[in-house]
C-alpha cells in the first residue's frame, strides 16, 4: 500500500506529521529517506506533538538518537547520517533497541544497510521548486493500519 501527498509547507509537513501518529503502533520501525532539509525532522516533530510530548524535538544528528517516553510506548529517533560503517549501528548497541515495545524512526537508513530491522514502513520526503513531496510505502501488516488510519483516501 502507498500514499502520496504535496507538502506546500512546514505546517503541512507538521500536520502530516500528526497524521501519521495515528497509526504509530509499538514494534513499528519506519524508516526516513530524503535528502538534507527536505523535513524529515520536521514530519518527526509533527509526530511528537499529536503524541503528546511539548518539549524540544531536535535533529540527533550528532548523537545518532534520541528517546520520548510517551504514553503507549517509547519512541526512539535515529539520525544515521553521520555513521560510516554499518557497523556502527552495533557498537553503537542500538540492536537492542528492536524489542517490540519501542517504536523506531530511522533517517538515513543505508547508513546501516543490513543491521537495521525491516522496515514498517518507508518515508520519502523529496524536495520540489516550491514544496515537499511525501511518499510512504507500508511493507508490513503494521505499515499497512498506519496507513490506512492516515492516508485514506489516497
Given amino acids: 500500500m502507498r500514499c502520496r501527498r504535496h507538502l506546500a509547507d512546514e505546517a503541512a509537513t507538521l500536520a502530516f506529521g500528526a ?25 518527526v516533530r509533527g509526530m511528537l506533538r499529536a503524541l503528546g510530548y511539548a518539549g524540544r524535538v531536535k535533529s540527533p544528528t550528532y548523537t ?11 519512541l526512539y529517533h535515529y539520525d544515521l547520517y553521520r555513521m560510516h ?28 544497510a543490513g543491521w537495521l530491522p525491516l522496515p514498517d514502513m518507508v518515508v520519502r520526503l523529496t524536495i520540489t521548486d516550491d514544496a515537499r513531496g511525501i511518499e510512504c510505502e507500508a511493507s508490513s501488516p503494521r505499515g499497512v493500519f498506519c496507513l490506512e488510519t492516515c492516508c485514506t483516501p489516497c
Fill in 19 to 43: 497524521r501519521l501518529a495515528k497509526g504509530l503502533v509499538p514494534g513499528m520501525t519506519v524508516y526516513l529517506e530524503g535528502d538534507l532539509g527536505a523535513g524529515k525532522t520536521t514530519l
Fill in 64 to 74: 545518532l538518537a534520541e528517546t520520548y517516553s510517551l504514553p503507549g510506548f517509547e
Fill in 85 to 112: 560503517d554499518p557497523r556502527e549501528w552495533l557498537d553503537a548497541g542500538f540492536r537492542d533497541a528492536s524489542d517490540g515495545r519501542i517504536v523506531s524512526l530511522i533517517e538515513w537508513p543505508d547508513k546501516a
